[in-house]
């Protein structure tokens, strides 16, 4: 099984749905990410959680939203979806970075999300 | 603010071909670096990395090496195979900040 599991990996909705991609890890990690990835764009962060108590937002966080419910478990939801947040995002996982430790990042395969 | 800037892709090679994909940075202090692979319906995962001037990250044939005179981190490979096609992400971390940030990613392709 991977460590970073995704759900849904597709899913097609329509305009002004309510639409929560879930993500869950066994690597043990504090740390927990939200990606977008769109052509030509590179990866951009949504929302990043240090612990399940904290919570903040990346570069891109208008229109999306998010829940750490465990260590192991972080969502992010679109409360009204629109059709640009059509992208592919991704979850990953981290240590803490440290003079010893680069911080490496493990990513889910990916939730293909389109709005229609 | 920090940034990495890669070539613009795709980069089409023949199989055996050497390989350069270009980096270079922005970022204030000495960055960690990094360079992610992501193969076709797959996440990214961390294809080398180095932590300070001069080190030159491996892995899998590939290997990229640390300039701080001249910011930049290329990634290098002697002969591509097909299975090499991916996306090639180049990305950094600040020293004493959490967050990566990634470059827009370099397409390679290539044919038998």
């Known amino acids: 099984d991977a460590d970073v599991t995704q759900t849904p990996r597709n899913r097609i909705t329509k305009t002004g749905k309510r639409i929560m991609l879930e993500c869950s890890q066994t690597k043990g990690h504090d740390r927990m990410y939200w990606y977008r990835q769109d052509p030509g764009l590179g990866l951009r962060l949504i929302y990043y959680?240090?612990?399940?108590?904290?919570?903040n937002k990346g570069e891109i966080s208008d229109g999306y939203s998010v829940s750490r419910q465990a260590q192991a478990k972080f969502s992010l939801s679109l409360e009204s979806a629109i059709p640009n947040q059509t992208a592919l995002y991704f979850c990953?996982?981290?240590?803490?970075?440290?003079?010893?430790?680069?911080?490496?990042?493990?990513f889910g395969e990916g939730s293909r999300l389109t709005v229609l | 603010g920090d940034s990495v800037t890669q070539m613009e892709g795709p980069v089409t090679l023949s199989e055996e071909a050497f390989l350069t994909i270009n980096c270079t940075y922005t970022?204030?202090?000495?960055?960690?670096l990094f360079w992610y692979v992501q193969y076709p319906g797959e996440g990214l995962q961390l294809l080398l990395k180095?932590?300070?001037?001069?080190d030159k990250g491996s892995n899998k044939g590939f290997e990229a090496t640390y300039r701080k005179e001249t910011t930049s981190f290329h990634l290098e490979k002697g002969s591509v195979q097909v299975s090499d096609s991916a996306v090639y992400f180049c990305?950094?971390?600040?020293?004493?900040?959490?967050?990566?940030?990634f470059g827009t990613g370099t397409r390679l392709l290539v044919s038998p």
């Open positions: 970022a204030t202090g000495y960055p960690s």
């Open positions: 180095a932590t300070k001037a001069d």
């Open positions: 990953a996982t981290s240590e803490l970075g440290t003079a010893t430790n680069t911080g490496e990042l493990f």
């Open positions: 959680s240090f612990d399940v108590k904290d919570i």
């Open positions: 990305a950094l971390r600040r020293t004493g900040f959490q967050k990566l940030v």
